[in-house]
């Protein structure tokens, strides 16, 4: 089974940068899509990025994209969000998901993490 563990979350001034981590096992980056999602305190869940490694495709919410990045390591079967000029509308519990590959970034994750809070500070 598919397990998925979050680190790098914290508190960060606005502007601010922090890099979440995501730690998958039970799987390779050749079968799955990695998504990070976020929610906010009273707010639905939103998908905010998500990478096929296999394939190369990414893609980025609008509303973090030119800010965000997301990365995949083969070697230590990790994907990172690097988080640069945060706001506190980013404050959120951030969230790992994995979907089949097949299935890929757009039609639901099978697999989640327990989640990560960030918090920005205005």
């Not at 230590?76 to 089949?100: F, G, H, I, R």
Request: proline share 2%; charged share 15%.
């Amino acid at each position: 089974e598919v397990q998925l563990v979050e680190s790098g979350g914290g508190w960060v001034q606005s502007g601010g940068s922090l890099r979440l981590s995501c730690a998958a096992s039970g799987t390779t980056f050749d079968d799955v899509a990695i998504a990070w999602f976020r929610q906010a305190p009273g707010k639905e869940r939103e998908e905010v990025s998500c990478i096929s490694p296999s394939d190369g495709f990414i893609h980025y919410a609008d509303s973090v994209k030119g800010r965000f990045t997301i990365s995949n390591d083969f070697h230590k079967n990790m994907v990172y969000l690097q988080m640069n000029s945060l706001k506190p509308e980013d404050t959120a519990v951030y969230y790992c998901a994995a979907q089949n590959v097949v299935l890929g970034c757009f039609q639901g994750m099978a697999y989640w993490g327990k989640g990560s809070l960030v918090t920005v500070s205005s």
